[in-house]
């Protein structure tokens, strides 16, 4: 079965551009989570959806980070204007609806360097 | 909100001995998930934890679930190179903080062949 895929793998990129990274969660996962992970601050949930619908994005940094979910198949996580201190690797995971089981599968990432 | 602490925050081993890490948290937990990260790539799950006391095993690696529900531990038996990797525990209590994560800083585990 394919896993959580995320697109690109690496971006580079220029302060003040925008980015946007890209998910495909596990066929039939209900859930769909981004991470974000840097050495200073670990792993940080940044937002979740459920059945397409964003349910906590209280960790989203600023007004400058927007995700959407526009279908059960695709996520994106969109930065504009992008900033330095945004480079880190950010995770896409996606789960079941509990109670049968919520246990996040985690994607490869995508590592991003803002200059 | 909920604070995780992991230790040892890295570990050099001999292949061949036992590790064993853990995690405490200042309240409780519902689950407990055990994560390894190679470079380069996501987390992995490597167990799962539901009840209070469960103790599970996966292969060489056993966890437990902390009676108190504020620990779990995490033991690798006959360690091989490639254990090599990050060890990330989580945490979650759906009452509180629906499905949302909570993970510990990381146990950067070396093994010398």
């Known amino acids: 079965d394919a896993g959580v895929i995320q697109s690109p793998r690496h971006e580079v990129t220029e302060m003040g551009q925008e980015v946007t990274l890209r998910c495909k969660p596990i066929?039939?996962?209900?859930?769909l989570f981004w991470y974000r992970q840097t050495m200073m601050r670990g792993l940080e949930l940044l937002i979740y959806?459920?059945?397409?619908?964003?349910?906590?994005d209280s960790g989203m940094p600023e007004d400058r980070f927007s995700a959407k979910m526009p279908n059960a198949s695709f996520s994106t996580l969109k930065i504009q204007p992008s900033e330095p201190r945004d480079s880190a690797v950010y995770f896409c995971?996606?789960?079941?609806?509990?109670?049968?089981?919520?246990?996040?599968?985690f994607g490869p990432g995508t590592r991003l360097t803002v200059l | 909100g909920q604070q995780l602490n992991q230790s040892p925050q890295s570990m050099f081993i001999q292949e061949g001995e036992d590790v064993s890490m853990n995690c405490t948290s200042s309240?409780?937990?519902?689950?407990w998930l055990w994560y390894k990260q190679d470079p380069g790539e996501g987390p992995v799950l490597l167990i799962a934890?539901?009840?209070?006391?469960e103790l599970t095993s996966n292969g060489r690696l056993t966890a437990q679930f902390g009676i108190t529900r504020k620990d779990s531990f995490l033991n690798i038996s006959a360690s091989i190179p490639s254990d090599v990797g990050i060890y990330f525990c989580?945490?979650?209590?759906?009452?509180?903080?629906?499905?949302?994560?909570?993970f510990g800083e990381g146990t950067q585990l070396t093994v010398n062949p």
């Open positions: 995971a996606s789960s079941f609806d509990p109670p049968s089981t919520d246990t996040q599968y």
């Open positions: 066929s039939g996962h209900d859930y």
């Open positions: 959806f459920n059945n397409n619908v964003p349910i906590d």
């Open positions: 309240s409780i937990f519902n689950t």
């Open positions: 934890l539901y009840k209070a006391g």
């Open positions: 989580a945490g979650q209590l759906k009452e509180t903080s629906g499905s949302r994560l909570t």
